[in-house]
């Protein structure tokens, strides 16, 4: 009861300076123009992102500008490179869909700005508490650097007209990829989706007591990842293309899944099944797989570059992404399907109605389909991870 | 003539400031900047040099020295085997370089990723041709087999054949005019000797000479391409320079120390496989030397020139295959395995303008404003020299122009960026500097033969009749040049609208063209958005060529000899 009391009374005392503040933010964010920095390679997203810019625009006078970015790390590197060119403001990235090993990275470098979320309108329909999946990305600490906006899911996909459900769990991958030589692969591990399949092993196979909250050191991770090791050698001659090459990413995995090249397919988005079906890009009888002990799951966050150049337009981007109704038309498998970061108990009767009233189809799971979330192991792991597989499988 | 003398001089001095600024002290500057992260010098991450442990990091890479040798074996492989079939194509089919020129126009302005992406779908195990022979071997499901990304880096090979052919026979083409070529044939086969033979002792040593320097940025090129060997190549490990750009992306910040490393390495490869060509060279004119002295007329050896234009039309209808598929692809809603066509036709991708209309708009004036700008800089040096009576590309010319096309776009384009962001120029004023420094020197290479192989006398006889220095380069030289500066304007948009790293990285990813996002979505699940673009991307440029060959052939309606079509 106590913090509750203390965290009201701080939300009692900071309330009228919030909105003052925040009254200052939107009147210096008009005009702006806000570049941000996302992953393009889903046109849903692309989409979904171009909506939210025509509310910016017409609500608060702030165009956006989507950069479509083949990989995140670009937009980490170019901002890297302005600071080498002593660029500390007028920078050319003004809010970047980033978390985990790039968040990390550019929290190190210390060319993040803020901490900002707590002043975003917005944030009070978040959970925010300290162990909440809102305040540590990767097991990283957020220490509001960045302002979550989605959340992610690891699931499998599969075509139910070619193929049973995939084995309830990583160890019954091996017989299963057996009995089907040559129809199961997964991204290339140096693409994150390819790390979190091995991660999703991790979890599941390493010995009893390990904890991957911590940062691995070579001990650790030799013991943790044996059992891991053994499993994938007994995997790997079974894959597509005999275990020698790997697709790029999940989407192109998701192409060979629509091609009829491979039969298995991984998401971070339990949600892009269903919404590739109604977009002609899968089968309509793919359907998600969830392993019964659960999967592994973390929040997508927008953060603001040090140097940018329109830190007012990003944070009111920030807080349109944090919208209810934003959120609502997200997860709206019509539009996105992408699941709320939103807490339900804060919500008002009005968007807890929009939440219950969203449509469902036949290849959306819902929240309780998914089982239990499994945290995502701390960055180093994933490095590691990527690091031990091209040393032990790239000739 | 102690004032004209003068003038001449500011013109070619001019021209030649203009170039060492713009393009030759950045790509040095920029390739500076490299050499010092290479060996541990990045003061903004802290790292103080000098020192080996970038060098150390990059060969601790999983699976290097593989990618190093399929670099190399790729791009050796795919420069000689273009360089034979284009020998063997314009030996072929000498007589008909009008048409040969028309056929292959559209395909050397096809863009690399688009190519890619189409042929990507053709020859997968799941794309057309497997599709048209899955019921004759009854696949009900597409066979496991690596034609896509296979370890050998076959597809790679392919698809760089694909493009670099055609700018082959394009640049062969524009040197055979420089040799009496006819003449030569006349006489060789009054003495006996076959067509292919011709070609063989006679022809080709010319003109290899004549080419020295497109074979070497083909050859570059080849060795160090990203895009194509992202779609077609091996994955596991990739070739060298895909190694590199992804070390330069990896979100550990300090990985761009061994990415720069890597840079420098990929320069030491493209010269090693330089000095191996040139060595294969030196020893095939040996051991041809040798068989001419014997006097064989090999006679015989002509109906072994069936075979380049077999091969050459083999790649004409994959390359085709590959457009249409792009274009099929764009107007398909779902098309899956085992169809040959679409189950569903839809215009929706096309409709949704807004996804792709502002890359299609900002490609097009980037690519207007790199050729204009690049066309008047080598007008102005070739011109220049010319009035020196100097040829064109010499000395250090050679070097500003080969630099860009010689060295890795990545090992550069970090420093140069870098360089950028003090100057404080605007994005799109960046991109557009950025893809001049990669347009120009192909102006100048397509131009400075047509410049030197230009009549004389034609000048001579405008000057005899009191026209001054302005007057006739605009009344004489350009009106005749009209053809191969038109192909050369073409070409130069060709090049810029298929930047794909000049434009991400001088524009800060805040300027989208049709390649930048064409590379994103290929990375994507949606090959119809991809193949819009793509679509696009192959489309510009083709009708800018096609443009490029009306053009001279209808101002020069009434005079044969101008319409570019030599013989």
């Keep these: 009861m106590k913090p509750l009391l203390s965290a009201l009374a701080l939300g009692l005392s900071l309330t009228p300076a919030l909105a003052e503040d925040w009254q200052q933010v939107l009147d210096q964010a008009r005009g702006q123009t806000v570049y941000f920095h996302a992953w393009g390679g889903d046109q849903r997203t692309n989409d979904f992102i171009a909506s939210v810019g025509d509310r910016l625009q017409d609500d608060h006078d702030v165009t956006l500008r989507h950069v479509r970015l083949a990989d995140t790390a670009d937009a980490v590197a170019r901002v890297l490179a302005e600071r080498a060119a002593g660029r500390d403001s007028g920078g050319s990235v003004d809010l970047i869909w980033l978390n985990g090993p790039n968040f990390l990275a550019m929290k190190e470098q210390d060319l993040l700005h803020g901490p900002f979320v707590a002043d975003l309108p917005n944030a009070r329909y978040l959970d925010l508490t300290e162990g909440s999946a809102n305040t540590a990305d990767f097991t990283v600490p957020v220490e509001g650097l960045e302002s979550p906006w989605r959340l992610a899911r690891f699931v499998f996909t599969y075509d139910s007209a070619r193929i049973a459900a995939p084995p309830a769990d990583m160890a019954g991958m091996v017989d299963w990829a057996a009995a089907n030589p040559g129809r199961v692969t997964h991204p290339d591990p140096a693409n994150f989706m390819g790390t979190t399949f091995l991660k999703q092993a991790l979890i599941e196979l390493a010995p009893a007591g390990t904890d991957l909250s911590l940062p691995p050191d070579d001990d650790s991770f030799a013991a943790a990842t044996a059992p891991l090791w053994e499993w994938y050698d007994a995997l790997r001659p079974h894959l597509w293309r005999d275990g020698l090459s790997f697709p790029e990413n999940e989407s192109i995995q998701q192409q060979l899944l629509n091609d009829g090249e491979v039969d298995l397919g991984m998401s971070f988005d339990p949600a892009s099944a269903a919404a590739a079906i109604a977009d002609g890009l899968l089968p309509d009888t793919v359907r998600v797989h969830v392993p019964a002990a659960g999967s592994i799951g973390n929040v997508s966050f927008v953060a603001i570059p040090a140097n940018a150049s329109n830190i007012a337009g990003a944070k009111v981007l920030a807080n349109a992404l944090l919208d209810p109704e934003t959120q609502a038309r997200m997860q709206n498998i019509d539009n996105l399907g992408a699941f709320s970061v939103l807490d339900p108990a804060r919500l008002d009767d009005a968007a807890t109605a929009a939440f219950a009233a969203l449509p469902t189809v036949p290849a959306l799971p819902s929240l309780q389909d998914l089982g239990p979330v499994l945290a995502e192991p701390h960055p180093g792991w994933a490095t590691r991870l990527t690091d031990a597989w091209q040393r032990r499988y790239t000739r | 003539m102690a004032a004209p003398l003068h003038k001449v001089r500011s013109l070619r001095g001019l021209g030649g400031t203009l170039v060492a600024l713009l393009i030759l002290l950045p790509v040095l500057f920029g390739l500076g900047h490299s050499v010092m992260a290479g060996f541990g010098h990045l003061p903004v991450l802290g790292v103080k040099g000098p020192s080996l442990s970038p060098w150390q990091t990059l060969l601790a890479q999983p699976g290097l020295w593989r990618s190093v040798i399929l670099s190399l074996w790729t791009g050796m492989a795919a420069t000689v085997l273009s360089l034979i079939l284009a020998f063997g194509a314009i030996a072929a089919l000498q007589g008909h370089a009008p048409r040969l020129r028309r056929v292959l126009a559209p395909l050397l302005a096809v863009p690399h990723a688009a190519l890619a992406i189409g042929l990507a779908f053709v020859i997968a ?10 019921p004759a071997l009854d696949w009900s ?64 040593p010319q003109l290899v000479r004549l080419i020295r320097l497109p074979v070497l940025v083909v050859l570059a090129f080849s060795v160090s391409v990203v895009d194509m060997a992202l779609i077609l190549g091996p994955s596991n490990p990739p070739t060298l320079s895909v190694t590199v750009s992804r070390l330069f992306t990896d979100p550990d910040l300090h990985a761009m120390l061994p990415a720069s490393a890597g840079a420098l390495m990929q320069l030491g490869l493209t010269a090693l496989a330089a000095a191996i060509l040139w060595a294969a060279m030196r020893l095939a004119g040996w051991c041809g030397r040798a068989i001419l002295r014997r006097g064989a007329r090999w006679q015989g050896l002509d109906r072994a020139l069936a075979a380049p234009v077999a091969m050459l039309a083999l790649l004409l209808v994959l390359a085709g295959l590959a457009a249409v598929t792009l274009a099929v692809w764009s107007i398909a809603f779902s098309w899956r395995w085992p169809d040959l066509w679409p189950d569903r036709l839809s215009l929706a991708t096309w409709q949704r303008q807004s996804a792709w209309l502002p890359a299609a708009q900002t490609a097009l004036w980037i690519a207007l404003a790199a050729t204009a700008i690049a066309m008047l800089l080598a007008v102005l040096w070739l011109e220049g020299s010319d009035r020196a009576d100097r040829p064109g590309l010499q000395g250090w010319m050679r070097a500003a122009v080969a630099l860009p096309l010689v060295l890795p776009q990545l090992s550069i384009l970090i420093g140069l960026s870098g360089l950028l962001l003090r100057a404080d120029l605007s994005p799109m004023a960046a991109v557009i500097w950025g893809h001049v420094l990669f347009v120009f020197p192909y102006l100048v290479i397509a131009l400075a033969g047509a410049w030197a192989a230009l009549d004389p006398q034609l000048t001579r006889t405008a000057a005899s009749l009191g026209v001054g220095p302005w007057g006739r380069l605009w009344r004489v030289k350009l009106p005749v040049l009209i053809a191969p500066l038109s192909l050369a304007a073409a070409l130069g948009f060709a090049v810029s609208i298929a930047q794909y790293l000049p434009t991400l990285f001088l524009g800060g990813g805040r300027v989208a063209t049709l390649t930048t996002e064409a590379v994103a979505l290929s990375s994507g699940s949606d090959r119809r958005v991809a193949a819009v673009h793509a679509t696009l991307q192959a489309g510009l440029p083709w009708l800018i060529y096609l443009a490029a060959l009306i053009l001279p052939a209808f101002l020069h309606r009434d005079r044969r000899a101008l319409k570019g079509e030599p013989g």
Excluded: H, N
């Design chain 2, 141 to 204: 499901r597409p066979p496991d087999v690596a034609t896509l990304g296979d370890p050998w880096g076959l597809a790679l090979i392919l698809g760089l054949i694909l493009k670099e052919t055609p700018f082959l026979i394009a640049i062969l083409l524009a040197a055979s005019s420089q040799i009496p070529l006819r003449a030569q044939m006349a006489a060789a086969r009054a003495l006996g000797y076959g067509r292919a033979a011709v070609w063989l002792w006679l022809l080709v």
């Design chain 2, 125 to 134: 195990p799941s794309g057309w041709i497997a599709r048209l022979l899955a």
